[in-house]
């Protein structure tokens, strides 16, 4: 009769092979989508050669790439002109500079206490 060990270790193999399986096929979906690079010849290009510049489908993917970028900036910042009201950014903005005066003054205090201390440190350090 096999423990119960083994069988809990059957049954986490038995779960974990279709998800190993789905996330090989995705990267083979992954991968067959990405552009291909073209194929090189056997001979590589010497050294000295300048590299030749890149397709014009390259060039083409990232002027779109460039676009989409720009048309999403532009929306999110229509977005936040047009859904957020103005007293939640002043709230927001409030909020946040109260919370960095407060870790300032956090910062001065710690600050003085160390100043303080190095400075007892040196007065004991020169009774020696």
Known sequence: MPSLATDSQWIAAAVDTPFI???A??????RRSLPQ???RDAAEPPLSAPPAPPAPSHNAHLGAIERTREEL?????????????????????GRL???????????D?????????????RVLAEDR
């Open 73 to 93: 900036s532009a929306f999110k910042l229509e977005v936040a002109r047009t859904y957020v009201p103005l007293s939640l950014i002043r709230d927001v903005d």
């Open 21 to 23: 399986a789905l996330l």
């Open 37 to 39: 690079p073209p194929d």
């Open 97 to 107: 500079t109260s919370h960095l005066v407060r870790i300032e003054q956090k910062l």
């Open 25 to 30: 096929w995705m990267l083979h979906q992954l």
């Open 109 to 121: 205090e710690a600050t003085r206490t160390a100043h303080s201390t190095a400075a007892q440190v």
